[in-house]
């Protein structure tokens, strides 16, 4: 196996095996939409970050980055491949992954990209197994479900609606609650910026972000919001509404106002034409992990690998492999 340069000679067999693996995962997620094209890896040639593997004359596998991040998951640059950035044959994965990666975090510590990110398919357990030994660990996660009602026991008493933009300064305030939340154990996520009602009531008219809300007792006990906008190209199909954002207040937790919301929220989306609705969310926040994952189905693991920073203070350290 030879491991080289991604180029644009190699854009469509890499193309046919990217879309091989979405395939791959349909199978196990059957709300995933049918997608006829993924996006254009035309881009990942020219930016020279990309390898190739090369097996009897074949192309096996890739694996491609986004230009690099400042401050990715820290103080560092960091470097992110997007789900259809990669790709590998069935035979062998976890071994082209392998060499793959080798490679290709060799191209990126010369620049002290020390964030390296990947989004992988949630069933594809050879690709995972090589990116776990190689040193990552689950950040978020991809789910998706089909729009309609939720079966099981919700709450009653409560009524729901969308919000308005004299609801923007409780959202602001239930959003930052949100925000002190992730940034405790075991999530430690920085919360820097405080959500201002401002911002809420222009997301609110402009339409681009519209809130929903649980009301108890004339009170908003719980919202979610959701957006056009996703995180990959599935998320991204037009058969297809996410939620970007979602909160309760701690003291009505248990009483199943969260799921009486999100099941009248599903039967409006579906009202509305959308067939699916996708959510990610941060997997080590466990309380998070455990609602979502009742009611979606998670298609992407994205993970992540933080390099140790005193790889950069020594000038007599070479990246290249030695043997």
Not at 123 to 132: I, V, W
Not at 179 to 204: C, Q, R
Not at 239 to 255: D, F, M, Q
Not at 278 to 289: K, L, S
Request: net charge negative.
């Amino acid at each position: 196996m030879q491991i080289v340069d991604f180029t644009l000679a190699h854009v469509e067999q890499a193309g046919h095996i990217a879309m091989q693996n979405y395939e791959a995962e349909r199978k196990f997620v059957s709300a995933l939409p049918v997608v006829e094209k993924l996006p254009d890896l035309a881009d990942f040639a020219t930016n020279k970050l990309g390898v190739t593997a090369i097996d009897g004359g074949e192309l096996v596998g890739f694996l491609c980055w986004r230009s690099p991040i400042d401050n990715l998951f820290g103080t560092s640059k960091g470097m992110w491949s997007p789900l259809h950035a990669h790709g590998a044959i069935k035979k062998g994965c976890a071994n082209i992954y392998d060499r793959l990666y080798q490679a290709a975090a060799e191209k990126l510590m010369p620049e002290h990209v020390l964030s390296h990110g990947i989004s992988l398919y949630e069933h594809d357990k050879d690709a995972k197994l090589s990116f776990l030994q190689n040193g990552f660990g689950s950040r978020c996660v991809d789910a998706i479900r089909s729009t309609g009602p939720i079966i099981g026991p919700v709450g009653g008493g409560l009524t729901f609606r969308q919000a308005m933009q004299d609801d923007a300064e409780v959202l602001a305030d239930m959003s930052n609650m949100l925000g002190w939340h992730l940034s405790g154990s075991p999530m430690f996520m920085p919360f820097t910026n405080l959500t201002a009602a401002y911002d809420i009531a222009k997301d609110i008219e402009s339409g681009d972000i519209e809130y929903f809300v649980a009301v108890e007792n004339k009170k908003i006990v719980s919202y979610y919001c959701i957006q056009k906008d996703g995180e990959n190209f599935a998320s991204n199909d037009a058969s297809v509404i996410n939620i970007c954002g979602a909160y309760a207040l701690p003291e009505t937790r248990g009483k199943g106002i969260s799921v009486a919301l999100l099941s009248w929220l599903m039967n409006l989306l579906r009202e509305r034409g959308y067939l699916r609705c996708g959510v990610d969310f941060e997997c080590f926040n466990y309380t998070a992990r455990r609602f979502w994952l009742k009611y979606f189905t998670a298609y992407s693991d994205s993970v992540v690998r933080r390099i140790d920073e005193r790889i950069c203070l020594s000038n007599t350290v070479s990246y290249t492999n030695r043997g």
